[in-house]
């Protein structure tokens, strides 16, 4: 079955870190690059990251720039987001979204919280 | 940043009655190859998005033909045909044309009177 799978999510104290990592399977994963968009509890989507198919080429949006880290791993099917310094903005439903936006993962909720 | 406007935000349908969404983008969305990246997205209740449509007006595979895409440089309209229960939820545009970043629209909230 083609798919993708987030998981990593979680509670965290603002301030704190969160590795998230989305598993792919049922295609060539190292033939697409991947996003990450994301959905904060009863607001529309914003899109937080792309990387490229060999991983030399990230792109992030203005709000994550310099806290955020999007990271892949071909051998291993799987992309990654090292979430740094995070804020209760950051709190949302994290989506691993392939290249042209035609699949998307369940998502992974990150409550960022005291 | 690309803005896209969606109008309007909320849409009671009677079951079904046509239905359109349409939304505008602050620039053409005509990308320097002469495609047109403009797609729609359905979010149902507690569930991840889905694309419907891309490049403005092509289905993806398993979607229902009473959805179309139309428009042309910064103004585009879904419409469906005749509303079905199933197609309550949340309505997105996407521009794929001036990344980074990949806009959305604000949604559009589809409910049955």
């Known amino acids: 079955e083609v798919q993708l799978v987030e998981s990593g999510g979680g509670l965290v104290e603002p301030g704190g870190s969160l590795r998230l990592s989305c598993a792919a399977s049922g295609f060539t994963f190292s033939s697409y690059s991947i996003h990450w968009v994301r959905q904060a509890p009863g607001k529309g989507l914003l899109w937080v990251s792309r990387?490229?198919?060999?991983?030399?080429?990230?792109y992030y949006a203005d709000s994550v720039k310099g806290r955020f880290t999007i990271s892949r791993d071909n051998a291993k099917n799987t992309l990654y987001l090292q979430m740094n310094s995070l804020t209760a903005e950051d709190t949302a439903v994290y989506y691993c979204?392939?290249?042209?936006?035609?699949?998307w993962g369940r998502g992974t909720m990150v409550t960022v919280s005291s | 940043d690309v803005v896209m406007t969606q109008s309007p935000l909320s849409l009671p349908v009677t079951l079904g009655q046509p239905a359109s969404i349409s939304c505008r983008s602050s620039?053409?969305?005509?990308?320097?190859?002469?495609?047109?990246?403009l797609s729609w997205f359905q979010q149902r209740p507690g569930q991840s998005p889905r694309r419907l449509i891309y490049?403005?007006?092509n289905r993806d595979s398993g979607v229902p033909d009473r959805f179309s895409g139309s428009g042309s440089g910064t103004d585009f309209t879904l419409k469906i045909t005749r509303v079905e229960a199933e197609d309550v939820g949340i309505y997105y545009c996407m521009q794929g044309a001036h990344w980074p970043p990949w806009t959305f629209g604000q949604g559009t909230k589809v409910e049955i009177k």
């Open positions: 490049k403005v007006s």
């Open positions: 990387i490229n198919t060999d991983g030399t080429t990230p």
């Open positions: 979204v392939r290249g042209t936006f035609d699949m």
């Open positions: 620039q053409s969305l005509v990308y320097s190859d002469g495609n047109t990246y």
